[in-house]
């Protein structure tokens, strides 16, 4: 069985490789018309991708899936419109192959070039949300990559219905049918044999919870684009205006507490914890938020939990939040490098100097400055859809989307020139 | 025994990391002061270095290491005056760090910026070459990252008494000596600790020969800037200038054939093989270089000798060459892409159309149109000081200098914006 299931995915990624080979020349307006074409397919198939997908439900509801999973699992119209759109969305971003990022001509005459090309071979792996097979498949066609798909198995018949509906377009749009592929079979050992397709795979991007990154992270011999947590952090400093403090810290933690980008910890400078720590502890509370504090914040209103030590270092994801006392933005930036996981923090400031502080200290993929750490997202940074977020330093950091499934080549253009000594 | 080099290596990092926090906030003028001074303290302290590598050059010699490899370890006045000069160039570059890369507005207002920022910790694993020492140093000062330099068993002394004087200017400029340490041990163990401390090193740069880069690949937890081969390739197009096609021939294969950028295989287009390929088989014997041919290359010229499969994956680092007769351009493109490293590959022709399939054709970190391929260099590139050459394709591809020892965060500047939905 495993040397099968090695053969299978080596197979898998051999045609891959070939595939990136065409993609990486493919015209914009091919590139592009599949994209559209796919959007289309999936209108057309809804019907077939809703009976495929009651297939997986019922085998959820079966098998005890929480609520929240078979939610994500759900798909219905509104859904595969939703996925549909999002093609069309990718298919109007500019194409960021072969962008000029960087020229100059040497003493010599040698003219170089930095020139955007595609990755090449992007493997996916994911839990059951169906509706990333459409967004990651579109987001690596734009980009002149193939793709290799490894969905949850609970969305094993939805993804399958998905992809029939995106290789019908792809084909018609005459680009080669195995640039997105769909690992076809859900046993568990066809993750661990994707991780080892070095020679295969330029990339993996794993999307889903703490326990698949971290399986990821600790098998993959590849590169990955990927963050384990988002332990983000808004620093309310001595300087902030009081209205906009409370108005920002409700919204980056409240507005969804699920997302990557929620405020999981507030610190408040302790020269203004006087004004400002009890209107923010309450106004927290209040929203139905749960708070885990220090002493500080515990004396601030009495409804507030004690914080313990590993408080400081939690991805709530919920309604909770822990809240500590700082002695300015010196200690709030050493709180965060300490404590945080280098995804997204906010200062809530109207002092510029505090801020520059705060931007240039916190070791991070995102900071803000008077806005919400919620604001960490492709589409809020205008890059159109993201595959994911990257807390990685390396090539891409912060959202990873169409630009960052590029690298670059060097493209030097000479007159015959040789190199002296 | 393990045990104590792990929490050596760890308390290393520890330490390296703590300095990185300084050195990515250090002015511009302490970390250029800090490489003059060093280049003044490598000048002053010429008669101890040169003492030391005595020591080191005795040991090698009753090691009975190869004369190349003596070569390399040995250091004269010349060399250290070379290093000296080496950190002035760098000091010289324009500061990589605090750079915006990007920058736009949201509709919202939110100004997003993309700011060029210290990686963090490098780590260099190298041979025995001391002037690395000073090289890798300076570049990762420069760019505001923390060092940690493993140098190899035999120049350890030479790279001992080279650190002295690298610390003692570090110091002097006010920035923390940590910033570039030394593993004090030559036990191989360390390198294996090195290679697990993720959580403190950032990257990982192997200079070396294929076997230690491909022990590093093997081994390493963290990400690397690398590259195992250059097995580089020139095709001659049909519409190559016979006499540029003969000069960067020439030039690509002999100038230096130890280096990454010689060109290991020459590619002749059929469509001109009756008047070029001759000429080139020849001159390249006639000029010292055994020439392992295809059929035709061998009828070309009867001092040619056959190629097997293996030739074409063969870096020779010496004065032979793999000889192959293609069909054009496709079939040289897909050659290179078969049979090659991904380092640097050029095509010579007077005309735009060949080159561009092969320019884009070609997955390569760097690819030259009528240019020698022994311009893959930084400092031919007009980089300055490189710390090496990548083939990966993850964040820097080709000659990896300041800019490339750099990453990037999100700086977004609000007025109290808050996410709505």
Chains 1, 2 share one sequence.
Not at 69 to 86: C, H, Q, T
Not at 180 to 186: H, I, K
Not at 370 to 395: C, L, R, W, Y
Request: aromatic share 4%.
């Amino acid at each position: 069985m495993t040397t099968d299931i090695q053969t299978l995915m080596t197979d898998l990624g051999r045609r891959a490789r070939a595939a990136a080979r065409v993609m990486a020349l493919a015209p914009t307006a091919a590139k592009d018309q599949a994209l559209r074409a796919a959007a289309a397919a999936l209108r057309t198939d809804a019907p077939l991708i809703i009976a495929a997908n009651a297939k997986d439900m019922r085998a959820g509801e079966a098998k005890g899936l929480t609520k929240a999973l078979l939610d994500r699992l759900m798909l219905n119209p509104a859904r595969i419109e939703a996925m549909a759109k999002g093609l069309e969305d990718i298919a109007a971003l500019p194409d960021p192959v072969g962008r000029t990022l960087a020229g100059w001509t040497r003493p010599n005459g040698l003219a170089i070039a930095r020139v955007a090309v595609p990755l090449g071979v992007i493997g996916i792996i994911y839990e059951s949300r169906p509706n990333v097979t459409a967004d990651a498949a579109g987001l690596c066609l734009k980009s002149g990559n193939a793709a290799i798909l490894r969905g949850g198995s609970e969305s094993f018949h939805s993804s399958r219905a998905i992809m029939a509906a995106l290789s019908a377009a792809i084909a018609a749009a005459g680009l080669p049918v195995d640039a997105v592929q769909m690992v076809p079979t859900t046993d568990r050992e066809a993750v661990g044999a994707m991780l080892r397709l070095s020679e295969y795979i330029d990339v993996i991007v794993p999307r889903g919870g703490k326990s698949l990154v971290a399986r990821v992270v600790e098998e993959s011999r590849i590169p990955l684009f990927q963050h384990l947590e988002g332990i983000c952090h808004t620093y309310v400093d001595a300087a902030a205006d009081l209205e906009m403090a409370k108005a920002v810290v409700l919204n980056a933690k409240m507005r969804r507490t699920g997302v990557c980008g929620a405020t999981e910890t507030l610190l408040v400078d302790r020269a203004c914890a006087d004004t400002h720590l009890k209107p923010l502890v309450s106004m927290l509370i209040d929203a139905g938020c749960e708070v885990r504090g220090d002493h500080a914040a515990q004396q601030a209103d009495c409804r507030a939990l004690p914080a313990v030590e590993a408080d400081w270092s939690t991805e709530y994801l919920d309604s909770v939040i822990s809240v500590k006392v700082v002695d300015g933005v010196r200690a709030a930036v050493d709180h965060v490098n300490a404590y945080g996981s280098h995804h997204t923090e906010a200062i809530i400031t109207e002092e510029a100097k505090a801020a520059e502080a705060f931007l240039n200290g916190c070791d991070s993929a995102i900071v803000l400055w008077n806005a919400s750490t919620q604001f960490a997202d492709g589409g809020e940074f205008g890059m159109g859809a993201e595959i994911g977020i990257s807390t990685g330093k390396m090539h891409a950091r912060g959202p990873v989307g169409v630009e960052q499934l590029c690298t670059f080549k060097y493209v030097v253009k000479g007159a015959g020139q040789v190199r002296p000594g």
